[in-house]
């Protein structure tokens, strides 16, 4: 069983940055993969930035150039640093792990880009 803590969410002001961690109860370097979806308010969950263990990345169209995401294999936790943010940034983000044919999902922490 795979636990993913999310922290790192709140308010900030259009343009503005966060970064949002997840912490794992496992080994990340043992996961096929992670990432970061986000769901707005009366739209489907999306992906917004995930990472292979093999280092590979991709991401949303929407946030390419913006969004970075990276892990710390020693510290099990894998970041999403978000940098000109904007008002359609706006959703509750979660973290997600894709381990053994199964996705795990974090509780989510709430992203609010407004002035």
């Known amino acids: 069983q795979v636990q993913l803590v999310e922290s790192g969410g709140g308010l900030v002001q259009p343009g503005g940055s966060l970064r949002l961690s997840c912490a794992a109860s496992?080994?990340?370097?043992?996961?096929?993969?992670m990432g970061w979806y986000r769901q707005a308010p009366g739209k489907q969950r999306e992906l917004v930035a995930r990472?292979?263990?093999?280092?590979?990345?991709n991401f949303a169209d929407s946030v390419k150039g913006r969004f970075t995401i990276s892990g710390d294999n020693a510290a099990n936790t894998v970041y999403l640093q978000m940098n000109s943010l904007k008002p359609e940034d706006t959703a509750v983000y979660y973290c997600?792990?894709?381990?053994?044919?199964?996705?795990?999902w974090g509780q989510g922490t709430q992203v609010t880009v407004s002035s």
């Open positions: 997600n792990a894709f381990w053994t044919g199964r996705n795990y």
């Open positions: 496992g080994s990340i370097s043992s996961f096929y993969a």
């Open positions: 990472i292979t263990n093999d280092g590979r990345r």
